[in-house]
């Protein structure tokens, strides 16, 4: 048995990483003492087989042929790579038994010495490393003596052509095999993990098989010989046709290998798109796939001078982690963006100092390139075992290895990508509400106990409104950006700052035991916040409301809190509060405004809301020109609403088309109903800066006048300064489209808003109504009644109809009279009226104004 690739390979039992370290001449004593053990075994053993001498036969096979056969066996052997082990098939068994039959004993063991040392120098230049020179070639001899101990023992005086001589020798043959078995194991036993009984019978188990069939084709020659050296050339050439298609199996098998190891390592990088996942999964599948004792993947950063910490990633990779500078060092990958090749024999002075450094033996280094660039490398470096180093055809796998690593790495940077822009605000990357809640759900599934409670805090900013309005939205934007690094810095290191959208921000605030801590996180918060930003040429004042809520002391889901969050917000807005936390009491006014919601919304539903009117007179005649429609709720469960206060539902919760509708409907339909008895009164009904914008307000206007067959002119739509101011230029376009329609416009509660007597001039309205506020004392009061008048003096001067709401006394009537007011509505008149009472009360109103008159 050869044992030389056995030893230089770790090729029995799957030692190969242990022979592999003992070769590196760490445990120089051991190999030393069983060099020594070998070679008493070959004096002791030595003087029995040579007393056999003289009555050995002689055969054709001279020792000078035997040593060239044992030479030549040697070399020839076959390497079988089975994942990450090597199994070698040698021929050297048949020189062996042929040595036994027909040697002397000294000759075959010179034979077998010198033959074996020859190929250990010459082809596996082991003259390099002295220790496993004298290992192997003490082995050598001791497997010749014992081989020839044991054939003498078996062959009983036989010829070479009996049977049982030619049995002899093949037991020989496999003792020796056994033994070096053993005595490699032993080796190891000492140098390395220990090893049981059932390790050493396995290593002996794995040897003879093949052992068997080198010997029993070893006999066929030797009895060739007996009859003739030419008979024996068939036998050796069949032998050699084996040996050659062994070789080809082994290297189809070896590119079936390579073919399944690339399938399933394209299984393998697909099924973890992380690119934290893909480079160890990487390095893992290209160590199985190309036999390597290291793996490495190096990342460049765009300038490609330095490493980016991409290729810390693998750093935990067994067996060891080659250095970032592995790549970088060479100055030829990142130059030149080609392969690299350093083989274990080359001499290129670069290649020798790189080995030498990074105590390596050879190395494969590709080039990782996308869209044109070269943005890393990928390698392996010491290929296992000694068989034979990387080559031209690992480059081409490892290539191709790269391509799909690079398409791993762009796939899994583009979904790192995604998931970031899908937990973060785009504008001040910050975590959005989403991922605001993930966080809050996470600590809520913690917060059972006193010491696992926390804080949340929502930040409203003041008057953002009106920075993007006057300055633009880039200028609001760049003050978001200014906020969320202002927060960020107010915070501990475990706390979280995201935006929920708009102008709203929220602070979780983790180990946050008492309230007391919280607010004073929300001051400090606050506190940064009132310094003024400064956006280029501006210099914008941003205040802040803050309103935060302790968890788990108000417990419950993400939305819950956040709920809760904001009615603190919105109670602290309301007291003119800088921060303020949230009690119960400020959810029970939520929980009534829900339940009128629910309420409102199945009044529309039904059609329950009630349509009542208040005639408007001539003040200098009497006679009732027109009425305005109100609308009044009554509910089973909550009483009479008061109409601020569902109109203001209504809008929030997106009801106010409903209620706008229906109002319409009642009011036109009403109106044309008491047009033969009171032909030329015309309804006025009040819009709603959201109605006045529907864009189905206008088509809705014209079915129903159409299906009522009222006069345009009878109906008068009721706006307030703010509907008109919130969006002016598109509210500015429906007003005309109203005009031109011929519906009469006016201007609501006149006085508490802009008051812009000027901005009015650009109105198409034909009436103001001055706010009752102004109304109520005008008899009286000397300012309001300046205020009143000045109003009439310049809406006449404008052309406009003056009507004042709110006259509850004749002696304000007279006072309106005086000034030269157009009409009057209130008390003083009528009180409002369900509109089926308009027509008894306007024929009453009728005959006393009669008499009266």
């Not at 633009?472 to 995201?498: I, M, N, P, Y």
Request: charged share 20%.
């Amino acid at each position: 048995m050869d044992l030389g690739p056995l030893l230089a390979d770790a090729e029995v039992g799957g030692h190969m990483r242990r022979a592999r370290r003992w070769a590196a001449g760490r445990p120089a004593a051991c190999a030393a003492a069983a060099s020594l053990l070998l070679l008493c075994v070959v004096a002791a053993l030595t003087p029995t087989v040579v007393a056999h001498e003289a009555g050995r036969p002689r055969a054709v096979v001279t020792t000078g042929v035997l040593l060239l056969i044992f030479a030549v066996a040697q070399a020839c052997v076959v390497d079988i790579e089975f994942r990450r082990q090597t199994r070698s098939v040698s021929l050297s068994e048949i020189p062996f038994l042929l040595g036994l039959l027909c040697l002397s004993p000294m000759s075959f063991l010179a034979a077998r010495v010198l033959g074996g040392f020859a190929s250990q120098v010459a082809v596996r230049r082991q003259h390099r490393q002295p220790l496993k020179l004298l290992f192997n070639t003490s082995l050598m001899g001791a497997e010749a003596v014992l081989g020839l101990a044991v054939f003498e023992a078996l062959r009983g005086g036989a010829s070479s052509t009996d049977p049982r001589g030619w049995t002899a020798a093949v037991g020989g043959t496999l003792a020796a095999n056994a033994f070096g078995a053993i005595a490699v194991e032993s080796l190891l036993n000492l140098i390395d993990v220990p090893r049981g009984p059932r390790d050493l019978a396995g290593a002996v188990v794995s040897a003879l098989p093949q052992a068997m069939a080198v010997s029993s084709l070893a006999v066929l020659i030797s009895l060739s010989l007996t009859v003739s050296a030419w008979a024996a050339l068939p036998v050796v050439g069949v032998a050699a046709i084996l040996v050659l298609g062994y070789g080809a199996y082994a290297e189809l098998r070896a590119r079936h290998e390579a073919l399944g190891r690339l399938y399933t390592f394209s299984h393998e990088v697909t099924k973890h798109p992380d690119t934290d996942l893909v480079l160890p999964t990487v390095l893992r599948q290209l160590q199985d796939m190309l036999r390597a004792e290291h793996a490495f993947v190096t990342l460049f950063d765009e300038d490609g001078s330095e490493v980016s910490s991409a290729g810390d990633a693998v750093r935990w990779h067994p067996p060891r982690y080659v250095d970032s500078s592995f790549a970088l060092s060479t100055g030829l990958l990142a130059e030149r963006a080609t392969p690299l090749l350093m083989t274990r024999s080359s001499h290129e002075p670069s290649h020798v100092a790189w080995r030498q450094a990074l105590g390596l033996r050879e190395a494969a280094v590709v080039p990782l390139r996308s869209e044109g660039q070269t943005i890393g490398a990928l390698g392996v470096a010491d290929r296992l075992g000694e068989a034979r180093g990387f080559t031209q055809l690992d480059i081409q796998l490892l290539e191709t290895v790269a391509a799909q690593v690079v398409t791993a790495l762009r796939n899994g940077q583009l979904l790192d990508r995604l998931r970031h822009d899908a937990l973060h605000d785009p504008l001040t990357q910050l975590p959005n509400r989403g991922h605001m809640e993930q966080i809050l759900e996470r600590l809520l599934n913690g917060a059972t106990a006193a010491t696992s409670s926390f804080a949340v805090a929502l930040i409203g900013l003041g008057s953002f409104k009106e920075v993007n309005d006057s300055l633009g939205h880039q200028v609001g934007d760049d003050v978001l950006r200014a906020v969320a690094e202002r927060l960020s810095s107010t915070v501990r290191e475990h706390d979280t700052v995201a935006r929920l959208g708009g102008d709203e921000f929220v602070l979780v605030l983790p180990h946050t035991a008492t309230a007391d801590e919280a607010l004073a996180a929300c001051e400090r918060a606050q506190l940064a916040l009132a310094v003024p930003v400064t956006v280029g040429a501006f210099t914008v004042d941003v205040s802040a409301a803050v309103g935060f809520v302790m968890v788990p002391e108000q417990a419950g889901t993400a939305t819950q809190v956040l709920r809760h969050a904001d009615l603190a917000l919105t109670a602290a807005r309301r007291a003119g509060r800088e921060v303020l936390q949230f009690q119960r009491e400020h959810d029970q006014g939520l929980t009534h405004r829900l339940e009128l919601v629910a309420a409102l919304r199945e009044a529309l539903t039904q059609d329950r809301l009630a349509l009542y009117i208040q005639p408007q007179v001539d003040v200098v005649t009497g006679t009732v020109v027109g009425v305005e429609a109100l609308s009044r709720w009554h509910d089973p469960v909550h009483g009479t609403v008061p109409p601020d206060l569902f109109v203001a539902l209504a809008e929030r919760s997106g009801m106010m088309h409903t209620l706008t509708e229906q109002v319409l409907e009642k009011a036109i339909r009403s109106c044309a109903v008491w047009q033969p008895m009171a032909p030329g009164i015309g309804i006025a009904v009040n819009l709603s800066a959201r109605s006045l914008l529907d864009r189905e307000l206008l088509p809705q206007i014209d079915r129903l006048l159409a299906a009522h067959r009222l006069p345009p002119s009878l109906l008068t739509l009721e706006i307030t300064e703010s509907s008109v101011m919130s969006d002016s230029t598109a509210s500015i376009q429906v007003l005309q489209q109203c005009r031109q329609r011929g519906l009469q416009l006016s201007v609501d509660d006149f006085g508490t808003g802009y008051s812009s007597l000027s901005y009015l001039r650009r109105l198409p309205v034909q009436e103001v109504k001055i706010d009752k506020s102004f109304v109520l004392d005008v008899d009286h009061d000397v300012e309001d009644a300046t205020i009143v008048r000045s109003i009439v003096e310049l809406g006449h001067a404008l052309g406009l109809r003056i009507v004042a709401e709110g006259v509850e006394r004749p002696d304000a009537m007279a006072a309106l009279q005086t000034m030269g007011c157009d009409l009057a509505q209130g008390y003083a008149i009528a009180h409002p009226m369900p509109v089926g009472d308009f027509a008894s009360w306007y024929r009453d109103y009728r005959r006393v104004s009669v008499v009266a008159g």
